[in-house]
């Protein structure tokens, strides 16, 4: 046995061999290729703070973001059926949601919060992209059911995150239901006199982008979002022309008016409070400097 090489030699190489760094430390940008470190970005509220393009944010992060101190009730949604359909392509999907449901900790892809936003109560139903890519099916119709229908109970706006890949397969005709049953809830809202705002993210594409993600009273979305029906692809090969650049994202929408207005992450919260605040024709206190409330602490009170 040649202690040297087995015994003294293992221990330097421990001594001198630099640690592992983890793969979550550091995400590279999608847009500029520039490497961020996960402090500064969670700080930057997961926006590049070298070219300002904006990476996913997962749904308990722009809850905290949006809600007043990050404080919000989470409403407990109905029940459906795991594989209706018995599907089955590579694997069975039932196994696909063990698999999701085991990873994020949801049920299914859409989470419905409600709580202060500037001293106002609003209503959230936000996607989950993580959760087989924020696709709907029966459980997502339900949720934005369950979220219009506290609105008009707590007589309170309504607020829509789509990131969503369109209607589940796995579901078939049941997904697709899920469309009138969503612009249903949405014109409940509506009846009630109270404002339903839609705020895309990337992407909300297929017949989420078909339903309720576009009757918004007011639609907003992120900087660069990929907004639309099909993808960009598959519209070449139909039409036989090449799109323009930019086609289908946020900008480009609101250029050609099916996007009221594109808003940067930082000022989300700010501008929800200030629409809300109009629609339902109530104000932000004001008071002296001194005594003026935090972000988190403005006080809404009803016009008079």
């Known amino acids: 046995m040649n202690w040297i090489t087995n015994i003294v030699r293992p221990k330097i190489r421990a001594l001198v061999k630099s640690k592992d760094v983890p793969d979550n430390m550091w995400q590279k940008c999608p847009e500029c290729d520039a490497m961020l470190f996960h402090r500064d970005l969670d ?60 990873k994020t900790g949801r049920d299914d892809a859409i989470v419905v919060a409600h709580g202060p936003m500037g001293g106002q109560t609003v209503v959230v139903a936000a996607f989950d992209f993580k959760f087989q ?39 078939g005709a049941l997904s697709l239901m899920q469309m009138p049953r969503t ?23 297929g017949g989420v982008s078909a339903s309720f993600a576009m009757l918004g009273d007011i639609q907003m979305a992120e900087p660069g979002a990929q907004i639309g029906f099909a993808g960009r692809r598959v519209i070449e090969e139909t039409i036989r022309e090449q799109l323009p650049d930019g086609f289908q994202t946020a900008e480009y929408l609101q250029d050609h008016g ?43 009170e009803e016009k008079k």
């Open 133 to 171: 890519g924020g696709s709907m099916g029966s459980a997502v119709g339900d949720g934005i059911l369950t979220a219009a229908r506290i609105a008009v109970q707590q007589n309170a706006p309504l607020l829509v995150i789509p990131a969503s890949g369109g209607a589940r397969m796995q579901e």
């Open 43 to 102: 700080k930057n509220m997961n926006v590049c703070y070298h070219c300002d393009y904006h990476l996913k944010l997962d749904v308990d992060s722009r809850m905290k973001t949006l809600f007043d101190k990050g404080k919000y009730t989470t409403a407990e949604l109905p029940k459906t059926a795991n594989d209706p359909l018995k599907f089955k392509d590579r694997k069975k999907y039932s196994d696909r949601l063990k698999e999701h449901r085991a």
């Open 183 to 205: 612009t249903i809830a949405v014109e409940q809202v509506k009846e009630a006199g109270l404002p339903y705002v839609v705020l895309l993210t990337d992407p909300t594409t």
């Open 258 to 300: 099916m996007v009221d207005m594109v808003v940067h992450r930082k000022d989300l919260r700010d501008t929800l409070i200030r629409i809300f605040g109009m629609l339902m024709k109530t104000e932000i206190k004001k008071t002296a400097k001194s005594e003026a409330p935090a972000k988190d602490d403005i006080v809404v």
